[in-house]
Structures are given as structure tokens and as C-alpha cells.
């Protein structure tokens, strides 16, 4: 996951993602699959009925994603497809940060979530006991994957967050994502597959979606979403009603 913070600006916080999965898992786009949770527009996995990514009427995104060694499901733990709910519960990322903080980690395997609105975002590390930890996440581009923030052991953040610092931003206000998309495409062929950003399908696993969020000064919301792996399948928008 890429995001860019930067204050003051009238979009003040812009964020990408891969999600990487195994093929034969299967999932929804973003829609309003929760009648009970009104105003949360998220992908839905079918498997464990939780989220990858959630965006709520309140402009507040949570996306969660592994720690290395954890990739499915364990007998006993909850899924963290939940953890994107539970968190939009909350009115902003400070709070949401402090609700899932509050948590027991050990009740879910090992975990990254970022949460972001226009005023401020967080990283929370959840490594299965105690508590999460809770970090801000900086003005500028910070790159996630299942390692912790900017992590250049990552072979993905080595190679690619240079890169996202050095392309021009998006300018959500007129469509051009041009750049971002170019390299959520990337899947490593001179690289190797470690290091690709959208994972050719390998052992029945690979990238099966993308997403591009947008979020607003005044609490609006921008979300283009590619139903398959990105520079195959066309980002488009997702209908957001009062989300």
C-alpha cells in the first residue's frame, strides 16, 4: 500500500493498493454489503464476510494486510477482515487508532492496518499478543506492505517506494492517475516476482484487484478500483452514494 500525506493540500491524503490473494478465493467489489453498517462502502470476501479495504461516509479508509508467515486463516483466531470494520465504526483515524488499540491482538493472526482521513493517518502493528502498537504515519509517501512502514528489507518497498517519490502526485480532481497506475502494474519480469507490485498468478496466488483512493479537505471521498490485476483490468469508479 502507497500513501501520500500531505496537509493543507485540498486532497490531502491519496493512497494505492495491490491485493494480493489466492485465485480461487472468492470476493465482491466495493459495495454497501453491510445493512447494518450504514455509509461503509468496502470489497467483500466471501470466505471470511470481513473486508480488505473500507471507506466510510465519514471520509475514514482503513485497509488491513498480513505480517510475513501469516497469509490465512488459523483455528481459533478471528479474521482480520474485520479489523477495516471495525475500525470505520470510529468518526476519524485518531480514533479508530485508539479503538483497535484497545483490542487484544491475540485474538487475530498478525496484522498491518493503516488508517487515513484528510486530517491524519496511523500504522498499527499487530503481532498476535498485547496490544497494537500505534504509529503516525508522516507528511510525504510512505510505502506499506507486510513488513513494517518504508521498510527497505521489503524487496517491494526497496524497489518501488524510491519510485512513488519520485513520480509526479495524481490530481484526483481531474482523473489522472496516470503515473500510480503505471506502477501498480509493475509485475517484476526484470525484477523478480518478490519484488513485483502486481504478482503474475504463481502456485494459484497473484494480485486480483486494485484501488486508488482519493481523500478530500472537506471529507469527500475519491475510489477507482480495478476488478482484476491493474494494467489489465480498467480502474473505474465506485459508486460511493453517501459514503
Given at each position: 500500500m502507497i500513501l501520500l500525506r500531505r496537509p493543507g493540500h485540498p486532497w490531502p491524503a491519496l493512497m494505492a493498493a495491490n491485493r494480493d490473494e489466492r485465485l480461487d478465493r472468492a470476493w465482491d467489489p466495493p459495495g454497501p454489503w453491510w445493512p447494518d453498517r450504514p455509509g461503509v462502502i468496502a470489497g467483500r470476501d466471501r470466505s471470511g464476510g470481513g473486508t480488505w479495504m473500507a471507506a466510510s461516509g465519514a471520509g475514514l479508509v482503513a485497509a488491513v494486510l498480513n505480517r510475513p508467515g501469516s497469509l490465512g486463516p488459523a483455528p481459533g483466531k478471528r479474521s482480520r477482515g474485520e479489523l477495516p470494520l471495525l475500525a470505520l465504526e470510529?468518526?476519524?483515524?485518531?480514533?479508530?487508532?485508539?479503538?483497535?488499540?484497545?483490542?487484544?491482538?491475540?485474538?487475530?493472526?498478525p496484522y498491518n492496518l493503516v488508517l487515513a482521513d484528510h486530517r491524519d493517518a496511523f500504522y498499527l502493528r499487530g503481532l498476535g499478543e498485547g496490544r497494537a502498537e500505534v504509529v503516525p504515519l508522516p507528511e510525504g509517501i510512505s510505502m506499506v506492505t507486510a513488513h513494517d512502514p518504508n521498510d527497505l528489507a521489503s524487496p517491494r518497498?526497496?524497489?518501488?517506494?524510491?519510485?512513488?517519490?519520485?513520480a509526479p502526485p495524481p490530481a484526483p480532481e481531474r482523473g489522472d492517475w496516470t503515473a500510480w497506475e503505471a506502477l501498480l502494474a509493475d509485475s517484476g519480469h526484470a525484477a523478480g516476482i518478490a519484488e513485483a507490485l502486481c504478482v503474475p498468478p504463481t502456485g494459484g496466488f497473484g494480485t486480483v484487484c486494485s484501488s486508488l483512493l482519493a481523500l478530500g479537505a472537506a471529507g469527500e471521498v475519491i475510489w477507482r478500483f480495478a476488478?482484476?490485476?491493474?494494467?489489465?483490468?480498467p480502474f473505474r469508479p465506485v459508486p460511493l452514494g453517501g459514503a
Open positions: 470510529a468518526g476519524s483515524a485518531a480514533a479508530a487508532a485508539e479503538a483497535i488499540a484497545a483490542l487484544p491482538a491475540s485474538e487475530w493472526r518497498t526497496a524497489r518501488h517506494l524510491p519510485r512513488f517519490r519520485a476488478a482484476g490485476p491493474p494494467g489489465k483490468a
